[in-house]
């Protein structure tokens, strides 16, 4: 290991361009022995980009990239992992149906005579391995069977096994409970401390302040900033990477509900993909002027939960309610008929044709109002269009653009655009802030309050909690297919509602556990 | 709007144009091209080549009115396969539809007496219900059991023929050596207007079906959906469009369009429902949609364009020697590199850099749902 200090990567003038898009100017990172060093800024900063490109993912187009004072220039990931460079992907690489332990030694197996593979020194490296840092794993589970913060770790000690010195976690914590994020810390610490280098890719401002040592900033491809974490505050890191100051939580004043359910879910039961009992008889409803935040971590139901509500999957027990409107399954027509606007999380395949032009992306749903017997009005519909594009601040958008060279945040304003003019009563966002920028999530948190303020009733699903507490007036927890909380926002903390998430309600004593350590091992 | 940006939106629009252009330019250039290096290769000119295969399809009006009679055709079948394409169904099955539809209209044609003006409709209309029927087939597999289209499509072709032959060979044959049904009565026939071709009257319907789809296309809320359909059929289910319903609409619209070929084969080429009268007409329209890049009115273009070197490949086989198969070479050069453009810029999203992982897949046309 280097000295500790010492700086192990330092990245110079790095340019890479994708045909004429730049994504990396001129920028400049150094990380060092021993430290957390994180990488911040909004998506399509180029974080990632960044770091693909010192893994070896990439070629770079200009610059310069020396580990440990030596010029490297890897041709693929495996010379970069064999420098002792690792990487935890966003989304994980892992074969489900292998072992823990097979997944850690997969294309780096230890073997005996006759290239037979060692499989107790394979199991016995990787449990060690894991205990030294607080990754507790059984080496034998397959994977397919644990939960992601362990499949998370599964990623690490595949990392640690190859020898990493310096190890790039890409946005980790973005599945993870808030009891998951900080064993995630802990463990970041430990081999911090044992003088690995750890790059922190995140967005989530609060984490970044509490784990890393180091914080360097991203915007539009440049390193526009990096400086010890101590003495930063969180709206000084927001303003970097944005440009400007802006709000993190939205102003709004006390909800006043009328008592009119527009929507009513009822023992609502539905199936997966997979066949597993996604929903398992939820209930609750949302009423005419108050904003409802369903958290969860990811893969708890909460998406065939909507879906079922929208009208794209069909549940097998239970109804729901829109407006007024009962049934056990409504098509999307009849639920939209009704009164429902639905913010789809899945911009890409579900709520947008990104090889349409915007107008065709803004009058679906709005036909009605566009024709004349079967006659369509395109102009009349590209006129409207061109008033949303304003109204709404979509950015580099024209009538006739193809919603496929928008940003994603462009995007989103352009479903909220069309969902939220349709003079319903009802507004379902679905991870309104997924794939935003700041500046954006602002304008599309005020746009959501102020449907509430108009008497609609709001619902919305999101996995980042910081999301759920600024906007929620009440908030219900789904943890495996169960709504297991119905909390009034004023009276809850993200602790309680942290624990929850992480399925803690089912111990007796949840209540009284102080340290997420003391939690009873998952291990299967 | 102000002049500034009626002007933007023009160039826009202009632009837009060019760039569709260019593939399939490009693909015709390219065929050219290798067509030429190949004629070069088996010991001919290739610049002597292709002037007389332009003469021979192009120049004076007994070539021209043979291009015609042979682009006739094509425009009803390269038009079904783009209706189907534009709503990402992929009708292979034209031959087949036109088959059926021939059949239909040879029938009509002799077993219905009545008088001209309600017989030609009756035919065409017999000849459009074929189709749809055939086509309903793989459009119900589809739609309702989610069977990949094109497997069917390919299956249902030779089974058209052998049972369109069964019934020209056996049970409906007129008497003769020949595989055919009787000869379909003189009210039913489509007026021809060339002594040196079969160039008849049903020019004038197909392109008039081409007028009529690209207006349907541009100018109705049906075809705005459809062509939703076909670029993200999701959307369009979430968007609340009936995408089951329209899908079959689409499916059967287009197998109809395919035995519309047929009808002009038999009531104005041939004069009777003849066994195997096709050279391919179904699988070449799959070319004329790819290069029309399914607009009603590049398929007129592109079914012109094979019609022409068509009829060019008669005469070239007869002033030179040089088989006429080498119109079906360039023929196949122009459907690789439109189906290599297809696949490079799908290649393009998949090498860009990673994005959100996807979620499962799901198929509104066959979800159990609508």
């Keep these: 290991m280097a000295e500790v200090g010492a700086d192990v990567v330092e990245m110079t003038h790095i340019a890479k361009r994708f045909d004429e898009l730049v994504a990396i100017h001129d920028a400049s990172l150094s990380i060092r022995a021993g430290e957390i060093h994180a990488l911040v800024g909004e998506n399509g900063a180029g974080k990632t980009t960044l770091m693909n490109v010192l893994y070896g993912l990439l070629p770079r187009d200009d610059g310069d990239i020396r580990l440990r004072g030596q010029s490297v220039s890897f041709r693929g990931p495996a010379e970069a992992i064999a420098a002792g460079i690792g990487m935890v992907p966003q989304h994980f690489k892992l074969a489900p149906s292998f072992t823990v332990a097979e997944n850690i030694i997969l294309g780096a197996e230890p073997v005996k005579s006759f290239a037979r593979i060692d499989r107790f020194r394979a199991e016995s490296q990787a ?16 994977v397919s069977t644990l939960p992601v913060g362990l499949r998370q770790r599964v990623e690490i000690l595949k990392a640690l096994f190859r020898d990493a010195g310096i190890l790039i976690l890409d946005e980790p914590t973005a599945v993870l409970t808030p009891q998951e994020t900080r064993e995630l810390f802990l463990t970041m610490r430990r081999l911090a401390d044992s003088g690995r280098s750890i790059i922190f890719i995140t967005h989530k401002l609060r984490e970044v302040l509490a784990v ?89 139901g909460q998406d065939e939960l909507i879906e079922c509500i929208a009208g794209l999957r069909r549940p097998v027990a239970g109804s729901v309610s829109i407006c007024g409107t009962k049934a056990r399954h409504l098509e999307p027509r009849q639920s939209r008929d009704a009164g429902l606007a639905y913010i789809p999380s899945d911009r890409e395949r579900v709520g947008l044709s990104l090889t349409s032009q915007v107008w065709e992306n803004l009058s679906l749903g709005h036909l009605k109002a566009f024709s004349r017997g079967p006659i369509l009005l395109a102009n009349a519909a590209k006129r409207r269009a061109s008033g949303l594009i304003r109204k709404f601040d979509v950015r580099g958008a024209t009538d006739v653009t193809l919603a496929r060279s928008l940003s994603g945040g462009n995007q989103q304003k352009l479903q909220l655009a069309r969902e939220l003019t349709r003079g319903t009563r009802l507004v379902i966002a679905e991870q309104p802030s997924r794939g935003v920028d700041i500046g954006a999530i602002e304008a599309i948190h005020r746009i959501l309050v102020e449907m509430r303020d108009s008497g609609r009733g709001v619902f919305v699903i999101s996995a980042d909690l910081d999301e759920i507490f600024s906007l929620s007036d009440r908030i219900l927890v789904m943890y495996r297919g169960h709504i297991v909380a119905d909390l009034v926002a004023d009276d809850t903390d993200l602790e309680e509602v942290g624990r929850l998430m992480g399925g803690l309600h089912e111990e007796p004593n949840a209540a009284h556990a102080t340290s997420p350590r003391e939690r009873a091992p998952r291990v299967h | 709007m102000s002049i500034e940006a009626a002007a933007t939106w023009t160039s826009f629009t202009l632009a837009v144009f060019a760039r569709s252009l260019l593939a399939p330019v490009a693909a015709v250039g390219i065929a050219i091209v290798a067509g030429g290096v190949l004629v070069a290769a088996v010991g001919q000119n290739p610049f002597q080549v292709y002037a007389i295969l332009i003469k021979g399809g192009l120049v004076g009006w007994p070539n021209l009115s043979v291009a015609l009679q042979l682009t006739t055709p094509l425009i009803f079948t390269g038009l079904a396969v783009a209706m189907s394409f534009r709503a990402g169904l992929w009708n292979i099955g034209a031959e087949g539809q036109m088959l059926m539809g021939a059949l239909a209209a040879g029938i009509v044609g002799y077993a219905a007496p009545s008088p001209t003006i309600l017989h030609i409709p009756l035919c065409i209309a017999a000849a459009f219900v074929g189709g749809a029927l055939w086509a309903s087939v793989p459009a119900v597999l589809r739609v309702y059991l989610g069977v990949n289209e094109l497997v069917v499509c390919l299956m249902m072709n030779p089974i058209a023929l052998l049972l369109t032959g069964y019934v020209a060979a056996r049970a409906l044959k007129a008497p003769g050596p020949t595989n055919k049904l009787p000869d379909i009565l003189d009210t039913a026939v489509l007026p021809t207007f060339s002594l040196f071709s079969q160039l008849n009257a049903g020019i004038f319907i197909a392109l008039a079906c081409c007028a009529i789809v690209a207006f349907f296309n541009h100018a109705t809320v049906r075809g705005f959906e459809w062509k939703i359909i076909g670029l993200n059929p999701r959307f369009a289910h979430y968007g609340g469009i009936a995408v089951r319903r329209n899908a079959l609409a689409v499916f059967l619209a287009s197998g109809g369009v395919a035995g519309l070929a047929g009808s002009e084969q038999v009531l104005g080429v041939y004069k009777a429902f003849y066994d195997n009268f096709s050279p391919g007409y179904g699988f070449d329209g799959i070319a004329v949609a790819m290069l029309a890049k399914n607009s009603p009115i590049g398929v007129i273009l592109a079914a012109f364009l094979l019609g022409a070197l068509n009829a060019g490949s008669g005469i070239l086989q007869m002033e030179t020697g040089v088989s006429k198969y080498l119109v079906q070479v360039l023929q196949f050069i122009i459907v690789l590199v439109l189906a290599a453009e297809f696949s490079f810029s799908w290649l393009g999203n998949r090498r860009r850099p990673p994005a959100r992982s996807a979620a499962t897949e799901k198929d509104p046309m066959t979800e159990p749902s609508g």
């Design chain 1, 212 to 300: 890393s040592d180091r914080i360097s900033v991203m915007r539009h491809g440049r390193i526009i900033s990096t400086a010890p974490s101590e003495g930063v505050t969180a709206q000084q890191l927001a303003s970097l990477m944005v440009g400007r100051s802006v709000l993190l939580r939205v102003d709004k004043s006390k909800a006043h509900p009328s008592a009119e359910r527009l929507l009513e879910v009822d023992g609502l039961t539905a199936i997966g993909d997979r066949g597993e009992t996604a929903v398992s008889s939820a209930s609750f409803s949302v009423r005419a002027g108050e904003i409802v935040g369903l958290a969860g971590v990811q893969g708890n």
């Design chain 1, 127 to 142: 449990a060690e391995l894991g205990h030294r840092f607080g990754l507790d794993l059984d080496p034998a589970a397959i």
